[in-house]
């Protein structure tokens, strides 16, 4: 009897465990068995297909969007919200900010590759306006449909996901203790780099963190902007998914998930120690 | 401490550069599709968004996933998330820790994972475009859980509960009749980003083979530029509509908070 109620109320939880057990983690494990595995026994072929040559570029070329548009995205990002705190916390540039910050970090894919193509590509509107005015051709080669391209319309969704990251680490910073660094004769140069810096480097590393794990894992606006070769991991995923066999494996797609899984579980656990000391001053 | 005139200066024109770098592609999207054949203005690609049948087919089945997302997500996440704070709290840890998971596993691992579940789902239910639903409740669950777990944060439902209980109500009355009222505006909140990323949603959709309002966008990416623009614009502002109803909706709790105390 006494057992019972201690389990029933447990018992309600059950509904929400199972549906997460089958559309997540059972997802999750697909993908972490498959990548061992080959024609339904144990391999560790495809893991190795991770390490050829061509899988080794892809997982480079990956590695330098995100992080380039990370450190652009977070040093831009910090800077916007900067200038957004410093206004009054019910002004409309804040409130605009924002929310636009808010469309644009969680928006994107699909939407913002079109913008760009309306933009910048061969028929874009500030392409055929430097063409006919100034005689410049910014298309050039198709840079927007390349690597390139893909750090400019990355950091344009990167840059407002730092808004909104690190907006609450600036507005933890208190004035009082700017005016006591002030009251103890420190400069601005060095309220900076003594206090400011110290207290907001945790939370500007970890934002930057996040910034590399979403960039690496955005798959919708590369699927839409490239459409010649699989220059990141996103776009060979597609690519072993759709065509049965790439390098050779089958089940290469589970693997080049699972690196996926590695790099993002990595990148998301440092992260979350780095909320976690910046959680100690904030609030 | 007044503010220098070079900070001032400098001020405004870091924020016009900016405004420049996020509005000119913007802009550049609502005169790329207004553009005429002939060099004027036109509003085709516009009235394609209701007169295109592949388009207007597409827009429909996303808003009712997003719909159904809304309603799968409130059923699985209200009830429970009520029932851990009052019944169950040392459940807290394991719940938040899967709510937010997702955040880690993306959805393209989701996807390349999920063909065995599918296949299931596809014998089992149906094998219409709708049932992405279940996987869309998934991926909304880290930014419905936090919108809901700051607003049960900012009650007492512990002590609402156990008044409503002694009064007699039963569990179903507590929940649906004291608590959920409660926190009615971070459920709205919840349902609002659910609601944009449902519309905005391309990598599961286009990599199961369905077809959503982003996949049919990406499509007409390829023949109708014009048009796939227009609706690229069309469902950016429609979502931009939403979340800027969102932040008023989180300022008037905030408001009457302040009010409050």
């Known amino acids: 009897m006494s057992r019972r109620t201690a389990l029933s109320p447990s018992l309600a939880l059950l509904p929400f465990l199972v549906y997460l057990t089958i559309f997540l983690l059972v997802p999750t494990v697909t993908v972490v068995v498959g990548a061992f595995q080959e024609d339904g026994s144990f391999s560790t072929a495809n893991i190795e297909a991770l390490f050829s040559e061509a899988a080794l570029r892809t997982l480079w070329n990956s590695v330098v969007l995100s992080a380039t548009t990370a450190v652009i995205g977070a040093v831009l990002g910090a800077l916007l919200a900067y200038l957004v705190v410093t206004a009054p916390p019910t002004s409309l540039l804040r409130r605009v900010v924002v929310s636009v910050s808010g469309v644009l970090a969680q928006f994107g894919g699909v939407t913002l590759a079109f913008a760009f193509i309306a933009m910048l590509g061969f028929s874009g509107v500030v392409t055929e306006l430097l063409r006919s005015a100034v005689g410049v051709d910014i298309f050039g080669s198709g840079w927007l449909f390349g690597l390139p391209g893909l750090i400019l319309v990355y950091t344009y969704f990167q840059i407002p996901l730092m808004v909104i990251v690190f907006l609450p680490a600036l507005e933890g910073l208190r004035p009082q203790w700017r005016e006591a660094a002030v009251n103890l004769g420190a400069t601005t140069w060095q309220y900076w780099t003594r206090v400011a810096v110290p207290l907001l480097r945790p939370a500007f590393l970890g934002a930057s963190l996040l910034l590399f794990a979403n960039a690496f894992a955005a798959y919708a606006t590369a699927a839409a902007l490239v459409s010649q070769g699989n220059p990141i991991v996103p776009l060979l995923i597609r690519a072993a998914l759709t065509s049965e066999v790439l390098l050779g494996r089958q089940n290469l797609a589970f693997a080049l998930a699972f690196q996926m899984i590695v790099v993002v579980a990595v990148v998301m656990t440092a992260y979350a120690l780095l909320v976690r000391r910046t959680s100690r001053w904030l609030r | ?261």
């Open chain 2, 1 to 261: 401490m007044k503010p220098s005139y070079t900070w001032r200066v400098t001020r405004v024109a870091l924020l016009l550069l900016f405004g420049a770098f996020f509005l000119v592609p913007l802009l550049a999207m609502l005169d790329f599709s207004t553009r005429d054949l002939g060099g004027g203005r036109s509003g085709e690609a516009w009235l394609d968004l209701v007169r295109d049948p592949d388009l207007s087919a597409a827009i429909i089945t996303s808003l009712l996933l997003a719909l159904l997302t809304v309603g799968g997500m409130l059923v699985l996440l209200v009830p429970t998330m009520i029932w851990v704070r009052l019944r169950v709290p040392r459940a807290t840890r394991l719940v938040e820790f899967l709510c937010l998971l997702p955040l880690t596993i993306p959805a393209l691992v989701i996807v390349v994972g999920m063909r065995n579940v599918y296949s299931w789902v596809n014998y089992l239910v149906s094998d219409s475009v709708l049932t992405l639903t279940f996987v869309y409740v998934v991926l909304v669950l880290p930014y419905s859980y936090r919108a809901i777990d700051a607003a049960l944060s900012g009650i007492d439902a512990v002590t609402l509960s156990e008044a409503a209980r002694s009064l007699g109500a039963g569990w179903f009355t507590v929940i649906g009749r004291i608590v959920v009222p409660n926190i009615w505006s971070g459920v709205l909140s919840a349902a609002f980003v659910s609601v944009a990323l449902v519309l905005g949603e391309f990598t599961i959709a286009s990599l199961t083979n369905y077809e959503n309002l982003q996949v049919v966008i990406a499509l007409l990416g390829k023949s109708e530029a014009r048009t796939s623009v227009a609706a690229s614009a069309a469902a950016l502002l429609f979502a931009s509509v939403l979340l800027m109803a969102l932040s008023y909706v989180g300022r008037g709790r905030r408001a009457r908070k302040e009010n409050l105390t």
